[in-house]
C-alpha cells in the first residue's frame, strides 16, 4: 500500500525558514514525479511546485508565489522527498500535502496524497 | 497561467440526487483534466484524470465529460459520503492550477 507521510510543520516568525519532510513506503520512489501542494486555513487547493524523477534530471518547477523562497530536492536512497522553506511570510501559513505523481497517458498527474503537515507562519 | 472556475461554489442536495458541478478553463486544455474530492479535515482523493477516466477504486457513481475549456463531474446518485468539497485541476501547463472548489452540502 502506498504510504506518504509528511514531518517538519509547526509554528514559524517571520522571515523564517522551516523544512518538511515526506518519507513514502509501497513504490519505488525514484521513478515518480511529487509535488507539494498547500492549502490556506478555509481556502482552495495551490500548487507549490514538482520534483521530476532521475530520468528526468531531478529538474523541478515552482509556482510563482514560491519561487526563489521555496526549494525542492529528494533523496531517493532515503525515499523521501523535502521542502525548504525560506523567508515565510504570513500568507505561506497553510497544510502542505505531499502528493505522488502517477504515469497515465504519457503525462504525470496528482494520483496519491498524504495527510498533510501545518506551517503556521506568525509573530 | 490557467485559470480554473468551479460552478456553483456550493449546493445543497438530498439523498439519491444527480448533482453536476462545472469546471470552466481560461483556455484550451485539451482533456487534460483532474477531480479530487475532499471531506473536512482531511486529504484530498483523486477521483478523476483526463476528465473522464476514473482512478482505481473510484465508484462509477462518478463521472467526467468535457474537453477544451467545459468539464463537468456527475454525481448519478448522491449518498452520505458524497458530501464533501470538490476540486477540478488542470495539468495542461505550469503551474498547475486548482478550481475554487465546489461544496456538495446536505439539504
Known amino acids: 500500500e502506498v504510504h506518504l507521510v509528511e514531518s517538519g510543520g509547526g509554528l514559524v516568525q517571520p522571515g523564517g525558514s522551516l523544512r518538511l519532510s515526506c518519507a513514502v513506503s509501497?513504490?519505488?520512489?525514484?521513478?515518480?514525479?511529487m509535488d507539494w501542494v498547500r492549502q490556506a486555513p478555509g481556502k482552495g487547493l495551490e500548487w507549490v511546485g514538482r520534483?521530476?524523477?532521475?530520468?528526468?534530471?531531478?529538474?523541478?518547477e515552482y509556482a510563482a508565489s514560491v519561487k526563489g523562497r521555496f526549494t525542492i530536492s529528494r533523496d531517493d536512497s532515503k525515499n523521501s522527498l523535502y521542502l525548504q522553506m525560506n523567508s515565510l511570510k504570513t500568507e505561506d501559513t497553510a497544510v502542505y500535502y505531499c502528493?505522488?505523481?502517477?504515469?497515465?497517458?504519457?503525462?504525470?498527474?496528482?494520483?496519491?496524497w498524504g495527510k498533510g503537515t501545518t506551517v503556521t507562519v506568525s509573530s | 497561467d490557467i485559470q480554473m472556475t468551479q460552478s456553483p461554489s456550493s449546493l445543497s442536495a438530498s439523498v439519491g440526487d444527480r448533482v453536476t458541478i462545472t469546471c470552466r478553463a481560461s483556455?484550451?486544455?485539451?482533456?487534460?483534466l483532474a477531480w479530487f474530492q475532499q471531506k473536512p479535515g482531511k486529504a484530498p482523493k483523486s477521483l478523476i484524470y483526463?476528465?473522464?477516466s476514473l482512478h482505481s477504486g473510484v465508484p462509477s457513481k462518478f463521472s467526467g465529460s468535457g474537453s477544451g475549456t467545459d468539464f463537468t463531474l456527475t454525481i448519478s446518485s448522491l449518498q452520505p459520503e458524497d458530501f464533501a468539497t470538490y476540486y477540478c485541476?488542470?495539468?495542461?501547463?505550469?503551474?498547475?492550477?486548482f478550481g475554487g472548489g465546489t461544496k456538495v452540502e446536505i439539504k
Open positions: 483556455q484550451g486544455i485539451s482533456n487534460y
Open positions: 509501497g513504490f519505488t520512489f525514484s521513478d515518480h514525479f
Open positions: 502528493v505522488r505523481d502517477g504515469y497515465y497517458d504519457y503525462l504525470w498527474l496528482l494520483d496519491v
Open positions: 485541476q488542470q495539468y495542461n501547463s505550469y503551474p498547475l492550477t
Open positions: 520534483s521530476r524523477n532521475k530520468a528526468n534530471s531531478y529538474t523541478t
Open positions: 483526463a476528465a473522464s
